[in-house]
Nanobody
Framework: QVQLVESGGGLVQAGDSLRLSCAAS????????MGWFRQAPGKEREFVAV????????DYAGSVKGRFAISRDNAKNTVYLQMNSLKPEDTAVYYC????????????????WGQGTQVTVSS
């Protein structure tokens, strides 16, 4: 079955960096669009970034554009989220997601989800 396993979360201070990873198995990774979403306590899950199967097209939420970078290594079946200049408002559980289609920022358009990794940014 499909498995997406996130790692790399933790507790950091404002201004620090983190790199999240999501290792995929059970699917033909190179054919899937991969996305990152996040959910803070009491808030809805929100779009963060997405990368097309080929890696040549990306999209970012306005709140993270210029600070975060999504990338993928199809040889390793892994997608990454490099997060720089972290802010307390970036605190959330971060999820990776997969789907065969590209173009949506809506969580319900993604077929497969990981369990999430906690990112906490202290001020």
């Amino acid at each position: 079955q499909v498995q997406l396993v996130e790692s790399g979360g933790g507790l950091v201070q404002a201004g620090d960096s983190l790199r999240l990873s999501c290792a995929a198995s059970g699917l033909t990774f190179r054919r899937y669009t991969m996305g990152w979403f996040r959910q803070a306590p009491g808030k809805e899950r929100e779009f963060v970034a997405v990368i097309r199967w080929s890696g040549d097209t990306t999209d970012y939420a306005g709140s993270v554009k210029g600070r975060f970078a999504i990338s993928r290594d199809n040889a390793k079946n892994t997608v990454y989220l490099q997060m720089n200049s972290l802010k307390p408002e970036d605190t959330a559980v971060y999820y990776c997601a997969a789907d065969t289609q590209y173009g949506s920022r809506r969580s319900y358009d993604f077929s497969y989800w990981g369990q999430g990794t906690q990112v906490t940014v202290s001020s």
